[in-house]
C-alpha cells in the first residue's frame, strides 16, 4: 500500500481510501457496527444501521492512509503528512 522512503518519507501508492468497516464482531462494546468514511481531512463515524453521525476526526493534514481496525490496540492508524497516528476508539 505504501513505500517506505527515507526516515518520515512515505509515498502512498493508492490515493483513494477507501472506508473503513467496525464490526460487533472486532468491538463487542459496540451497540451497533460502525463505518468510517475517510474525506480529505476528515474521518466521519456514522452507524451502520441508521446511518447517523456519530463524531467526526478533524486533521489539520491531508489524511493520505486509513487502516483496517487494529483488534488488540483497538485504534485506527493513519497517514498524514510525514506522520504516522494512532486513534483509539473509546466506547462510553
Known amino acids: ?3 517506505y522512503k527515507g526516515e ?3 509515498i502512498i501508492q493508492h490515493e483513494k481510501i ?5 464490526s460487533l464482531e472486532k468491538y463487542l462494546k459496540l451497540e451497533s457496527s ?3 468514511v475517510p474525506a480529505t481531512d476528515s474521518l466521519v463515524f456514522l452507524n451502520n444501521l ?4 456519530l463524531t ?7 489524511i493520505r ?3 483496517e481496525f487494529d483488534l488488540f490496540t483497538k ?4 497517514i498524514e503528512s510525514n506522520k504516522i497516528l494512532r486513534l483509539e476508539l473509546k466506547v462510553l
Not at 477507501?18 to 467496525?22: F, T
Not at 441508521?50 to 453521525?53: F, I, L
Open 18 to 22: 477507501s472506508p473503513v468497516s467496525i
Open 56 to 62: 467526526v476526526y478533524k486533521s489539520e493534514n491531508v
Open 50 to 53: 441508521n446511518g447517523r453521525k
Open 34 to 36: 460502525l463505518i468510517v
Open 65 to 67: 492512509y486509513v487502516s
Open 1 to 3: 500500500m505504501w513505500d
Open 8 to 10: 518520515t518519507d512515505f
Open 75 to 78: 485504534s485506527l492508524y493513519i
